[in-house]
């Protein structure tokens, strides 16, 4: 787990030293055991150093194949290294450590960039051509690993976070409106783009590849997720067994590190899998738990605090636990450092995710997460039945997409933004990127509810996860920490894949209520947050011989912290004063008015716009810092 960085300047221009250090340090966060350069006339590669896996200096980036033609940068971890490892041993190939990165080096002489495609793990990777003068950008299958990249024609400039490329000289920094009018619409940006003009994030799955000859960036993308080869013919009693090995099997794989390795445990039934099995590895594995202030929280809120399940697990499991308590007041001083380490606005509160990692940092490197299984298992049933009856194809787009503008719909969109924005952008282009996530995939099928459900399932790990993911890396990665996700195992992954809607969602043809836990369309209508206890029946079902009963049987809700409590109570004064400020930046784009109505509804009139305040608050901010210029303690 590492930062990485690379300048190549297509133009044949020698790179700057001086420059390429300077990128690098924006994110030595990301790297604080050490630093390694590379730089041979118009390609400069730089590294800082998590060390995880061989923590001696035979470890050490930028790394280079035994015969010099590779040189590489690697941020991840690769999971089944020491199998690879044994087959080029075969082969001839000679080692100098216990690195993964090493076996990397060496795959890329044996197969070439094709290797890439056999690695379980997360990755991004930069690999250097000595040979044929080339530059190829890769990233994982998930898209666990964050990779972006910025071109003008002679040079391009990648790293692991935006900070390190927009320290380029050549670079100025705009906002991209294109994903500024996404953000606003998905509390997210399905596209590649970012807020910075002209900085794109390498898609999962993909490998570019530069050279001198090289006017703009094609995509090679070698593996995306299918639903569509279901095997109808499953056993529930086969799907639970082998769910059940695979991910025993996935979270064994993601134990293997030289340093200590600890697990997050929410109340929840993943995170507590998880532990679960961890714990048969490591005596006192140290559990983390992140809990909220509940004396000002009032209606579905006062059931968001975990603590007591997560206290419960953790007896049971024999953990050495932790738990960080968060209140109201928290917001004010993480809310500028989060926007910071986040750079690219993806999906909701995070800050919590920065306490519970700032927490982990300080006892263990490494830590487990129990992200993906309610995408891969159908964790939201209330999302799903949303479209379960949906007619064709376009019955189902009309519905998924008025679910997920979950900030602003297209129809506000011209109170939200400012004239300069408005002439600058087409209000209807979310629903057309929305739709290129399932025409980007021919094999989707739209004739039966059983197809709409994993259809469903696709778009969400395709553009939901991937948002979690960057979360959570960049979180993470601010504390030195590195998180890893055993259900984003690649076998795992494969089965889930395989297993019938049947066996995930318990009742197809029961009516079931189709709340939206947003709470952002219908405003003036109260909706009440229903519990369910349909999703993942299989992997409930898997899970039963690992954790208690009553966390087996706990009905699924929702989890955040209790912003929309929190926004009217303590911190009212604070979203007033950040954004109600003759010094408010991001009234240059966003309407003051609209900003006023949406807080004042909020606040005065009990109209639940958590998820909206919580964007304006992040945007003013990145505006403060990367706009502005303002400085970050």
């Known amino acids: 787990m590492c930062g990485i960085v690379g300048v190549f300047n297509v133009n044949k221009e020698t790179v700057d030293r001086k420059v390429l250090k300077s990128m690098s340090a924006k994110i030595v966060h990301r790297g604080p055991d050490g630093q390694g350069f590379f730089v041979s006339d118009n390609i400069g590669l730089a590294h800082n150093r998590l060390a995880i ?18 040189t590489i940068v690697f941020n ?26 090493e076996v990397i080096c060496e795959g890329l002489e044996e197969y070439g960039i094709s290797f890439f495609e056999r690695l379980n793990g997360m990755f991004a990777i930069g690999a250097w051509d000595n040979e044929n003068k080339e530059l190829y950008l890769s990233r994982d299958r998930f898209g666990i690993k964050p990779l972006y990249y910025w071109f003008n024609g002679k040079t391009i400039c990648f790293s692991s976070e935006i ?32 807020l910075f003009k002209g900085v794109t994030m390498l898609p999962p799955a993909n490998t570019v590849k530069v050279n001198s000859e090289s006017t703009f960036i094609e995509h090679n993308s070698w593996w995306d997720y299918d639903f569509t080869k279901t095997d109808e013919s499953m056993s529930f009693e086969f799907a639970q067994s082998e769910t059940k090995r695979l991910f025993e099997q996935a979270v064994t794989r993601q134990m293997i590190a030289d340093v200590p390795v600890g697990s997050y445990l929410s109340g929840g039934m993943d995170s507590g899998s998880i532990t679960a099995v961890a714990s048969k590895h490591v005596d006192r594995l140290p559990t983390f738990t992140c809990g909220f202030d509940m004396s000002e929280t009032t209606g579905r809120e006062t059931n968001f605090d975990e603590r007591k399940d997560a206290e419960l697990m953790a007896n049971h499991f024999k953990t050495e636990h932790f738990e960080q308590v968060m209140n109201a007041g928290d917001i004010r001083w993480s809310l500028p450092k989060l926007v910071y380490h986040l750079e690219d606005l993806r999906v909701g509160m995070s800050y919590p995710s920065y306490y519970i990692s700032r927490l982990a940092s300080k006892f263990v490197k490494v830590c487990l997460q129990g992200t993906g299984g309610d995408e891969l298992f159908a964790g939201y049933p209330w999302r799903y039945y949303k479209v379960f009856d949906s007619l064709s194809k376009k019955d189902f787009f009309d519905q998924y997409y008025e679910f997920w503008q979950r900030l602003v719909p297209d129809k506000e969109k011209e109170d939200l933004f400012t004239k300069t924005v408005l002439d600058n952008i087409d209000i209807s ?43 959570g890396d960049k979180l993470a990665m601010a504390h030195g920490l590195e998180e890893r996700f055993p259900f984003m195992d690649n076998d795992l992954v494969d089965f889930a894949m395989k297993i019938p809607v049947k066996h995930k969602l318990g009742d197809l043809n029961k009516e079931i ?23 993942k029946n299989v992997l409930r079902k898997a899970m ?35 954004l109600f400020s003759d010094n408010t930046v991001s009234t240059k784009y966003i309407n003051k008015e609209y900003i006023h109505k949406i807080v004042n509804e909020h606040i005065e009139e009990g109209i639940n716009h958590r998820l909206l305040i919580w964007s304006f608050m992040n945007f003013e901010w990145w505006c403060k810092i990367f706009i502005n210029g303002e400085k970050i303690d």
């Open 53 to 70: 896996l061989d923590i001696s200096k035979n470890g050490a980036q930028p790394m280079s194949s035994k015969n010099n033609r590779w």
């Open 544 to 578: 039963s011989d690992f954790i208690p009963k009553e966390i087996i049987d706990r009905k699924k809700q929702g989890f955040s912290a209790p912003d929309e409590s929190w926004y009217r109570g303590e911190n009212a004064d604070y979203v007033k004063e950040l």
């Open 513 to 535: 209520e189709k709340i939206d836990e947003n709470q952002t369309f219908d405003r003036k209508k109260s909706i009440s947050y229903r519990e369910f206890d349909d999703g």
């Open 76 to 101: 991840g971890c690769i999971y089944n290294f020491s199998e690879l490892k044994q087959e080029l041993k075969a082969k001839g190939h000679i080692f100098n450590s216990e690195s993964d990165t």
């Open 429 to 471: 282009e979310p629903r057309r990127v929305f739709e290129r996530v399932f025409t980007f995939n021919d094999k989707l099928k739209y004739d039966t509810p059983e197809a709409h459900i994993n259809n469903s399932l696709y778009f969400e790990i395709k553009t939901f996860l991937p948002g979690l993911f960057l979360v």
């Open 163 to 194: 900070k390190a490329i927009i320290e380029h000289p050549d670079y100025k920094i705009d906002v991209d409106l294109i994903a500024l009018n996404e953000y606003f619409t998905f509390q997210n940006v399905f596209s590649f783009n970012t």
